[in-house]
């Protein structure tokens, strides 16, 4: 074989071995450090519904704020001691949302924005699967809203806002809905409104005590938005009056 022809020929092996490495890493290891190997899926379990207090007059509420979860074991820790950083990641995050459930065992967990990190993640979705997957295994009836960085990825925040409506117990809306004002007790979908996931949740009386059909507590979950553009500034968003407007009609239906 003359020099120049197996020169090629390495070069054509040495190719075909990063190629083969790379296909290795992608259909057998990358889906074990990443979140691709969760299979997406339409909600297979629903909350025991309408939420109620319990029997001594209690009702607990898990607030979790600012996961930002990115793509699991990969994405490491910020703002945390050198010597920390190697072994902290969203898995940190995951063990932690466990032991709390665990240990507080709430009635519902409320999710306040910011629940995964859009620019460390290439698959919005499967961030999100596993970010809730804690509360979606819990069983525990479960909301949230979207904070500025969710909607940094693949998905927009009407889609992130449905997509997290139909995952298992999750009482999320993408829409509010709104009493028929013709009286017949029938609701319709509110769509002329700033921002997604905006609704209210109904916590009624324990079972079989007086105030079980009553509403004893009311839960408003509001879009905040993400960025916006002020006078030629960028800035955070913030809550608009059409959606006060529509906090306040609902109020307005249980005032006594």
């Not at 020099?3 to 083969?20: D, E, G, M, N, V």
């Not at 290439?122 to 295994?137: C, H, I, K, N, Q």
């Not at 949230?144 to 990825?153: I, K, P, R």
């Amino acid at each position: 074989m003359e020099p120049r022809t197996a020169k090629w020929w390495h070069c054509l092996l040495y190719l075909f071995s990063i190629f083969s490495i790379l296909f290795l890493f992608h259909t057998q290891i990358a889906h074990k450090l990443l979140l691709g190997h969760h299979k997406l899926h339409v909600k297979r379990s629903s909350p025991d519904l309408p939420l109620r207090f319990r029997s001594d007059g209690t009702f607990k509420i898990l607030q979790v704020a600012d996961m930002h979860y990115g793509t699991g074991v990969l994405t490491r820790c910020r703002d945390v001691l050198s010597s920390e950083f190697d072994y902290c990641s969203d898995l940190n995050t995951t063990r932690f949302l466990n032991r709390m459930i665990q240990h507080e065992k709430p009635d519902f967990i409320a999710f306040t924005g910011d629940n995964i990190f859009g620019t460390s993640t290439m698959d919005a979705a499967e961030s999100l699967l596993r970010a809730f997957g804690p509360v979606t295994e819990s069983g525990v009836p479960w909301a949230a809203v979207l904070g500025n960085h969710d909607q940094e990825s693949t998905m927009t925040r009407e889609d992130l806002m449905s997509f997290i409506s139909l995952m298992d117990y999750s009482v999320s809306q993408t829409y509010p809905s709104v009493e028929d004002l013709s009286g017949a007790g029938k609701e319709h979908i509110l769509r002329d409104i700033d921002g997604f996931g905006n609704y209210d949740l109904t916590i009624y009386g324990s079972a079989g005590s007086h105030l079980a059909n009553t509403s004893v507590l009311n839960l408003y979950f509001l879009d905040s938005g993400d960025r916006e553009v002020t006078q030629g500034a960028q800035t955070y968003g913030w809550i608009k009056e059409s959606q006060l407007q529509w906090v306040r009609g609902v109020s307005n239906r249980y005032q006594v």
